[in-house]
């Protein structure tokens, strides 16, 4: 047995992949061959998925939108079935019970699009539950950022809403091997099927120190209310031994670049909260470098994920369940370059318990 240990893994290179690639020095993300800044400038969320899914190793070809509205249609479907799935007071686990209920077929490309499609459905149907509202139903006529913003706030959205959406769906799209796609990878090891795969991935990004910082993010900004008390609510937090969310990263070690995409879909939409945020970023950015001079501590996605999506119209216990609607697509392709190129994952522990006492000569 190797003496190699690493508690948090970090470090260790797990497999190789097609799907994406993080340069935490740099602060570069390439996914499936470009640049993040380039996908989300590009715009689709479809064609986004497409691409990631192919790198993973299935083509959907030139159709994934008509095939994920068919799949939402599916999805809507299914909600009187769905148990009390979305009574859930927290919106990451109404999204695991949901899923939970698809049908696994037993063949990945069928039922990634199954998942992939139903998320949107799911989540928006749980928010106007939560708040007391009739689900509304998709429309196969709108892409999957505009009728998943339709379908939770009850009306069609404007262009540039949707746009930003879109562009926060496709820079979250996949993120190399972070705790969630570890998580459906390993399930996807043991052979087990693509829905298992993500249930598990959304069980990992439930934490706050994964995907659940983005509602954390709003509620500082709330708390802090303008730039010029920042500091001092930073390091009230800090004295009392709380992390500043959106800030810090395991992998970067500059400024995550998903930041300044989502800062600029932010920009068309006139949200109040953007100079906040900004004035927030930089006196948390100070603080932390005088702190740990040794330890780069920059925005990461999270930061202008609470902005964006806050400004898009969306509440932020949906905050979390979103960054999954984006993520699933990501989460489906590493299950298919998993089944392609992995094999079981099975790492060791060591053992640190009592052991029995030794068989003693008379009995042995
Ligand atoms: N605020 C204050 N201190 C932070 C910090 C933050 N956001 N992030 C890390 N640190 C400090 C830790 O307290 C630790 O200090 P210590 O060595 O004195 O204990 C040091 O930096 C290293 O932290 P560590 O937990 O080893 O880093 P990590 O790689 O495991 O953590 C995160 C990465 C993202 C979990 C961490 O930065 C964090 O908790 N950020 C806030 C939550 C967040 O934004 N999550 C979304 C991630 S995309």
New binding site residues.
């Given amino acids: 047995m190797s003496d190699v240990k690493s508690s948090?893994l970090d470090g260790i290179v797990f497999a190789d992949t097609a799907i994406s690639d993080v340069d935490g020095e740099r602060g570069r993300l390439v996914i499936a061959g470009s640049d993040v800044e380039q996908l989300a400038a590009e715009g689709g969320f479809e064609s986004a998925a497409t691409r990631v899914l192919a790198a993973g190793g299935w083509d959907p070809g030139p159709d994934l939108r008509t095939a994920l509205a068919t799949a939402r249609a599916q999805a809507w479907e299914m909600l009187p079935r769905l148990g009390d799935a979305l009574q859930a007071t927290d919106g990451m686990d109404a999204l695991r019970a949901a899923l939970a209920h698809l049908r696994s077929t037993g063949d990945d490309a069928a039922d990634a699009v199954a998942a992939i499609g139903a998320a949107p459905v799911f989540v928006a149907a749980w928010s106007r539950k939560r708040s007391g509202a009739a689900p509304v139903a998709p429309d196969a006529k709108l892409d999957h950022a505009a009728d998943y913003l339709r379908m939770t706030i009850g009306k069609p959205p404007t262009l540039d809403a949707s746009r930003a959406l879109d562009a926060y769906l496709v820079t979250v799209i996949d993120h190399g091997m972070n705790a969630s796609t570890f998580a459906a990878r390993v399930v996807t090891s043991t052979a087990s099927d693509l829905i298992s795969a993500v249930v598990a991935a959304v069980g990992a990004l439930k934490g706050?120190?994964?995907g659940g910082?983005p509602g954390p993010v709003l509620d500082m900004l709330d708390a802090i209310g303008e730039p010029s008390r920042a500091e001092q609510w930073l390091l009230g937090e800090?004295a009392a031994g709380r992390?500043?969310?959106?800030?810090?990263?395991?992998i970067y070690r500059v400024r995550d670049p998903r930041a300044a995409v989502l800062e600029t879909a932010v920009k068309s939409l006139a949200s109040e909260r953007l100079a906040l945020a900004r004035g927030v970023e930089a006196a948390a950015a100070k603080i932390?470098a005088e702190r740990?001079p040794d330890?780069p501590?920059a925005a990461?996605?999270?930061f202008y994920t609470a902005v964006l999506l806050d400004a898009v119209g969306l509440p932020r216990e949906q905050f979390s369940s979103t960054f999954a609607v984006g993520r699933i697509a990501g989460w489906s392709a590493h299950v298919l370059e998993q089944r392609r190129t992995g094999r079981l994952v099975r790492p060791q522990s060591k053992y640190v318990g009592p052991m029995p006492a030794a068989p003693s000569p008379t009995t042995a």
């Fill in positions: 948090g706050p120190l994964h910082a800090l992390r500043i969310m959106g800030m810090g990263h395991r932390l740990r330890r501590l990461n996605v999270e």
